[in-house]
């Protein structure tokens, strides 16, 4: 039964939804053609494949993962103008454009998109930007297997994608609950293509939290004891440890969840003994560490940016570890609150919700000591800092309304509803993304030798505040109205449509703000000689500044001794030098087309299960396990630069 | 110096010019929703509640407001005033290497510590005494009404009135109620917030949500969890009318036709409906709808 067809589920029947979706058709093709033709058209497409597909240097895989999520980014913020462009006609009393099902798919792909593809992308993409040259370290400890890990999260950006062309996306909201998501109630590809696009992306991310991890405590120059370590290396740590600790739940999860699908198992049907509260409880036992793993990246960027741009030392370090790892474990204590409204009783809700709170102590820490960082300090304005005021004004009221929805009997009244989208975007927006903004902001002059220009970058902060507030304060406010999530139609008598005009026009200025930065990088690319930044631009302290912009592939021409904290800044001033002795020759990992193989396998496996071409599958897991063992036996892995070249 | 030296020496800095434009944008973001608040009647159902249970989850909710400001205001206060005090080219006082203080770290571990025990008692208290699960304190028999939601539309059984309804919930005015919830369809959320916060209907399991009306009048219903294409039409309305309408209007409502077990299988399949009432004939239908996903192969 299972071979019934060579073509498994794919028919004609699937290509054609309507003039909508036919816009997004055309524009996946077409832009992946352009870019093709481009390639092509420019003789470019072998320098692309040596000098960046196949390179194993962490910093170019750091800049492919931010060119990749940022094309995400454009396309999740193209899901959210027709999302609010929706609400805006449904609530007043119009159709729109979208029906149900399609409004749905938009914002299953919108949240899929930004969490899995555009946060955990930028931040793995920063990672490898930095994290080696922050440690003193030449190279990741495994080079090759970042690059697979990266191969694999292009894959499953690539079957996101796909579903626009062939098919459809799942509908049913980004964590795709069951019993909905199951095979009785969502029938379609859609829900397959959201499994395996995530279920391949996570096992990248599984693989980089391996690799991260075993950089940081094996890796670290001569000297540079753990209380030693900047502090965005710190928040690197325990993203690990609590990435490597949650994501085999989602990929356990999601592995059950197709069993039920694929093969006709019950792990979570709503009959035959499944359980779908269990998947719920499994989904955000990943699902909330899960967000703890985004943002506190972003909080070690922002204790950087702070400490340089005052150029002071980052005040209460130890205070800052403490918060990091305290907040490390008691995400693990806290899943239960996303389902305050199952009716697990008192004792429950109360636990989970107290535990919620007490996540907001280290984080209020860590904001006094950000503050008095500032305080008595120098504070230089450039653009990071202006990323670093913009998170602070917003997320410290997301951070009050993330507390009073961690309140059981508060949350039965705001559960689901417009309140808690206005919430974790507040937090999402304000937190992570303005981190990693500025984190792009204060490190790309590293790896590519010019700053970005000044005022475009600081006007492109004002638009994102200005249109945060203008698209967000109203959703909070339709809330308090009782309006719920997910709709895509209002009763009209219900007089929502006002409010989500205004939250539309701040949508658009988010837009501009999104503009401003296109152009901003654009212009920077042109002016890059006036805008061309010194090996220390921003007067940094830690020793990705103490190298050339752009940094070398191996990063470090001699490995630095360090002594204290603030390393670079303390050799400024008298401290004792970074770099001694003789140059020495330096072994680099070679070009490896291994990741794109594996990469592209895996896309073609997700695709086959997706469809059910169940006779693809083997070919392909051949192709992953055959590239991989072949792998084993290639003895040349690396070459040398010889020491004369490094003195030149 | 005089003091207009002083004044001159200090560049207008940039800082105060973009201060001054995000203030101009909050003011038009201020005006705005206010135009919008004057063009109609708008009912905040969160603040304008209208029983008891969604009252005091009310009082809650401004509480916690009231207590997130009090922390959230000087923090704002120290933040601009640090970053403007502190921006370069102030006079003021650099000490670059200062970077712990036992008595300040102390201090700021302790105020959230402290705000956080006082919101977790609330909390400890809350989650209990506003239990769904709890009974309202009243020695009245509550009514009962077992609630089963469908693709796409609700069904409320009356058992002891002999009443079905769909998509039309109504009560005795100032009457304890308590509803039996489950759904015979994906997960839904159950939810009324004029009268109380929600809880889930879920396939196979019934929840429990007991809540009153304190003033007669019409409230929205809806369920706010996804559940299929159509789930944003399945609103439904609650009806709070006076203990005599409420029984006339159950002896129209059995007027109507009967509601069996052949009636429920016609409603449950998907589709939207409009609001009607029956003689419910069958009692079983509730305990039915849930043990069909208790069964093994069939």
């Known amino acids: 039964m299972i071979f019934a067809s060579w073509l498994g589920k794919l028919d004609w029947s699937y290509f054609w939804h309507g003039w909508v979706q036919f816009g997004g058709q055309i524009a996946t093709v077409g832009g992946a053609l352009t870019v093709l033709a481009a390639l092509i058209y420019f003789k470019k497409l072998g320098w692309l494949y040596r000098n960046w597909l196949t390179s194993l240097d962490a910093k170019k895989i750091g800049v492919m993962y931010i060119v990749v999520s940022v094309v995400m980014l454009l396309r999740g913020f193209g899901d959210a103008i027709m999302m609010r462009l929706q609400q805006i006609l449904g609530s007043g009393g119009g159709h729109g454009f979208l029906s149900g099902d399609h409004f749905q798919q938009v914002f299953t792909a919108h949240g899929t998109i930004m969490i899995f593809f555009v946060a955990m992308g930028l931040m793995f993409g920063i990672i490898n930007l930095i994290l080696p040259l922050q440690l003193g370290a030449r190279d990741v400890a495994f080079p090759l297997l970042n690059s697979i890990a990266f191969y694999l999260y292009l894959a499953g950006v690539i079957l996101v994608n796909l579903s626009l062309v062939f098919g459809e996306f799942g509908a049913v909201g980004w964590l795709a609950y069951p019993p909905l998501s199951e095979l009785a109630y969502s029938p379609g590809p859609g829900v397959d293509y959201w499994l395996w696009s995530i279920q391949i992306a996570g096992i990248g991310s599984t693989l980089s939290g391996i690799n991260f991890l075993v950089t940081i405590l094996k890796k670290r120059c001569k000297g540079m004891t753990l209380m030693k370590m900047p502090i965005f290396s710190w928040s690197i740590l325990a993203t690990m440890i609590l990435l490597l600790l949650v994501f085999p739940i989602l990929t356990a999860t999601l592995f059950m969840l197709s069993l039920d699908r694929s093969m006709g198992m019950h792990f979570f049907t709503a009959d035959m003994g499944g359980n779908a509260m269990m998947y719920i409880n499994l989904i955000w036992a990943w699902g909330h560490p899960e967000v703890y793993v985004l943002v506190l990246p972003a909080f070690g960027m922002y204790s950087e940016i702070v400490a340089t741009f005052s150029r002071k030392r980052l005040f209460g370090y130890t205070s800052m570890v403490w918060a990091l790892m305290a907040i490390c474990v008691l995400s693990f204590f806290v899943w239960a609150h996303h389902f305050f409204t199952m009716g697990a009783g008192g004792n429950v809700n109360a636990f989970f919700g107290i535990m919620t709170m007490v996540i907001a102590i280290p984080t209020g820490v860590k904001v006094f000591n950000w503050l008095f960082t500032m305080y008595q300090g120098r504070v230089h304005f450039d653009t990071p800092m202006w990323w670093f005021m913009a998170f602070a004004t917003t997320f410290l009221i997301g951070g009050g309304t993330g507390v009073m929805l961690a309140v059981p009997a508060i949350d039965f009244q705001v559960h689901n509803s417009l309140f808690l989208v206005a919430h974790f975007h507040n937090t999402i927006i304000g937190g992570v993304v303005f981190g990693y903004l500025a984190g792009i902001a204060y490190w790309l002059p590293k790896i590519f030798g010019f700053k970005l220009h000044e005022r475009l970058g600081k006007a492109a902060v004002y638009c994102w505040v200005t249109g945060f507030f203008t698209a967000f304060m109203p959703i909070y406010l339709l809330g308090f109205m009782g309006a719920t999530r997910r709709m895509e139609q209002f009763d009209p008598a219900l007089q929502y449509q006002g409010l989500f005009i205004i939250s539309g026009i701040g949508t658009a200025i988010i837009g501009l703000g999104v503009l401003l930065q296109v152009v901003q990088l654009g212009y920077s690319i042109w002016k890059r000689k006036e805008l061309a930044a010194g090996h220390d631009p921003w007067h940094g302290r830690t020793l990705e500044w103490s190298v050339p912009s752009p940094a070398p592939e191996y990063n470090f021409a001699r490995l630095p001794v360090v002594t204290e904290r603030d390393a670079f800044w303390v050799a400024k001033h008298g401290g004792p030098a970074l770099y001694s002795g003789p140059f020495k020759d330096i072994e680099v990992p070679k070009e490896s087309g291994v990741g794109l193989v594996v990469g592209l396998a895996a896309a073609v496996f997700g695709f086959g299960v997706i469809w059910q071409l169940w006779w693809l599958l083997p070919i392909a897991l051949a192709v992953i396990i055959g590239t991989l063992i072949k792998q084993t036996y290639v003895e040349e892995t690396e070459r040398i630069i010889p020491a004369k070249e490094l003195k030149a | ?298």
């Open chain 2, 1 to 298: 110096m005089s003091m207009l030296d002083k004044l001159s020496r200090l560049k207008v800095p940039e800082l105060s010019r973009r201060a001054f434009a995000a203030i101009c944008a909050l003011t038009a973001l201020a005006l705005l929703i206010a135009l919008w608040l004057a063009s109609g009647q708008h009912t905040f159902d969160l603040f304008q509640t209208r029983g008891q249970i969604a009252n005091r989850e009310r009082t809650l909710l401004i509480f916690s407001m009231l207590l997130a400001a009090l922390v959230l205001v000087p923090v704002y206060y120290m933040l601009y005033t640090f970053a403007w005090r502190y921006k370069t080219g102030h006079d003021h006082k650099y000490s670059p290497n200062w970077d712990t203080d036992k008595k300040y770290e102390t201090i700021w571990w302790g105020i959230p510590i402290a705000i956080i025990t006082v919101l977790a008692a609330v909390t400890w208290v809350t989650s209990h005494s506003l239990d769904p699960y709890k009974p309202l304190n009243d020695d009245r028999q509550h009514l009962k009404v077992q609630v089963i939601a469908l693709q796409y539309k609700w069904l409320f059984l009356y058992p002891d009135q002999e009443v079905a309804s769909v998509n039309k919930l109504v009560i005795p005015n100032k009457w304890p109620i308590e509803l039996d919830i489950t759904s015979d369809a994906p997960m839904n959320s159950f939810w009324v917030p004029q009268l109380s916060g929600q809880i889930y209907a879920m396939p196979g399991m019934s929840t429990k949500l007991h809540l009153d009306a304190q003033q007669r009048g019409t409230f929205k219903g809806m369920s706010s969890n996804i559940s299929g294409a159509d789930f944003s039409k399945m609103n439904f309305t609650v009806e709070s009318v006076g203990i005599e309408d409420f029984k006339t209007w159950v002896t129209n409502a059995k007027q109507g036709g009967h509601f069996t077990a052949d009636s429920y299988t016609k409603l449950a399949k998907p589709g939207g409906a409009q609001p009607v009432t029956y003689h419910l004939h069958d009692k079983s239908i509730y305990d039915n709808a849930i043990m069909k996903y208790m069964g093994g192969h069939q």
